[in-house]
């Protein structure tokens, strides 16, 4: 049996929970980080060495953390959900995609921090969208000719971008932004997906005032 530990309304710990109801491997999730506590416990920190979430464990011992290495590890063990391009060329292109995710999660924080202030400020929120419009733009153009960001097969590149992705539809309509079409697109085919319904769509409403996911 595996065990998640992290609370569900973190956008990492969802992209873990995503990926493995996409994969239908048995697990349970412990609520770990944010208001539960626990990242600075001395066990916590042998499974994640900066305490924070998620971290997945196993009966037998085995361990790991860094939510985009548990999707790797996830799809690996787990060959049958077909998570992993099988051309060796789209295996790598889709790890590029996965390490380049990190870029409009970090696009989107001054976003969040410009428009979560008490008084926000027109200036900032404009310039700060139109950072994260350049960053989902490269995302946009992959996906004009592809279902999925590596083609017709869902893979693990979609489970890396899915969540940051769902923030940028969480900006709230009086905010403009110009309209992505390919990005909404592979948007609404994720919607589509009951996991990611589950795991991603109703955490993210669950804390609505964040401006998407809590970190
Ligand atoms: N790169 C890490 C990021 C981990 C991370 O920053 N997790 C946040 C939640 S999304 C966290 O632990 N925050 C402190 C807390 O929840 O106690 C990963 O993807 O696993």
Redesign the pocket.
Known sequence: MLTVW??AD????A??MWTLAETGLAHRRRD???A????DDPAFREL?P?????AITRDDGFNL??????IRWLATIRPEAGLWPADEAARWQAEAWMDWS?APGRAMGPLRTAYRRLAPDPAEISRTIATATETFAVLDARLTDRAFVMGDQFTVADLALGVVAHRWFRIPEALERPDLAALKAWHQRLCARPAYQEHVVAKVSARAQTLG???
Do not use: C, K, L, Q
């Open positions: 992290g609370r973190s956008s990492a710990t992209r873990v770990w980080g944010g539960f506590g626990g990242g994640s900066h305490g924070r979430i998620p953390w860094e939510s985009n290495t548990i990190a996911m809590g970190d």
